[in-house]
Each structure stands twice: as C-alpha cells, then as structure tokens.
C-alpha cells in the first residue's frame, strides 16, 4: 500500500513488524459452524501474523455493541479502503457510508454493483466479506464493505462510541478482523479513547 504521510497507524505497524501475537480469539458459542464469519475466526492467525493495517468505519452493528451491556463479541458491517488516502483521511470513510445509507434506503437500485449492496443488506444477515462499493460513491477510490465480529475488549470504552475502529486486511484472507487493543501503539489507542469519550 503506497502511503504518502505520517499517519496515526505508522507507529502501530511499526509495533507490529517488530512482533506480531499469535494467540487469536475462539469463537463466540453463538456462532454457527456454517455461517460465514467463521472465515474470520479461521483466518484470524493469518491476518494477525500479516494483516495489514487499515482504518475500518462502522457503517452498521448489533444495537448491543453501542450500549455497555451485552455480550461479548457481536456482528458490525464496516467499511474499509486500503488505499493510503485513508490513512491521512478516514473521514471518507464515514461520507460513503452516509451515500450508501441514502442509496439503501430507496427502492432498490438498478446498476449491478449497489444492487449486489441492496441484495445483501435485504437479508436477515450481512455476512459480506470485501464487498467492493462503486467507485462513483467513493469519489474513485477503491472501498470494500465486510461483516466483522467485534470484541468489546477491542472497543476503547466496551461498547462502540466511536465509528472509526484499526482493522486488519489481506488479499489472500476472505476476512477482516479490529486489530486487538493489545497490539495498538499507544498513541492509537490514546486516539480511540479521546475520539469514543467525546
């Protein structure tokens, strides 16, 4: 990934080129063995020894995960672009997330790739993985939507209160996971907190 600028994730993949941790998290007993965020737990080793690092931002989640009580790992659906731009600007994260939130809620679209986005939201579950977003709603840049399971222990105040949460990607992984608390620099972190407490 070509980036251009320091950003607030530099010092965290610098922290994780030098050790990556090798224990990733089981599944939470609610999980069924065929449902297809299972991949994220089985490539959970994968993308924690050669994930990289990208901003991630909730478009959706479980209306538990915003309240501190609850259980303990739930769905979201989060947006993610691995292009740098992100790095120095996350917040276009959040403007394509308000386009696809207008497009979904109208009668479902015509051109193929939102309504491929329409189809999967109309479920009962999104279990999307790298959902690719039409470039025209992401001002050209490449943007993916993908269903994550979300640890509390990995949100700065246990529940979610901020949108913008460091997500692990790989081409070769049909998952993407939220970088475990343990493995931020503390800068990030720092980050986290101050953008969840306000």
């Not at 608390?181 to 907190?193: E, K, M, S």
Request: net charge positive; hydrophobic share 40%.
């Amino acid at each position: 990934m070509k980036r251009s600028r320091p950003s607030l994730l530099d010092a965290t993949r610098d922290q994780l080129d030098e050790a990556r941790p090798v224990s990733p998290r089981g599944a939470p007993y609610w999980l069924r063995d065929d449902d297809p965020l299972q991949r994220q737990v089985k490539g959970s080793q994968k993308l924690l020894e050669r994930g990289d690092l990208v901003w991630g931002y909730v478009h959706g989640a479980n209306r538990a995960l915003f309240g501190p009580i609850g259980e303990w790992v739930l769905p979201a659906i989060v947006l993610h672009g691995e292009e740098g731009v992100f790095d120095e600007a996350p917040h276009r994260l959040e403007w394509v997330s308000g386009r696809l939130g207008e497009i979904l809620a109208g009668k479902p679209p015509r051109e193929p790739g939102l309504r491929r986005i329409h189809d999967a939201f109309s479920g009962e579950e999104f279990r999307e993985v790298r959902l690719a977003v039409p470039r025209r709603l992401a001002d050209g840049l490449t943007v993916f939507l993908s269903a994550v399971l979300v640890a509390r222990a990995d949100l700065p105040l246990g529940h979610l209160a901020c949108p913008y949460v460091p997500l692990l990607v790989h081409p070769k992984v049909p998952a993407v996971m939220l970088l475990p608390t343990a493995n931020r620099a503390p800068d990030l972190q720092r980050a986290l907190v101050r953008l969840s407490a306000s």
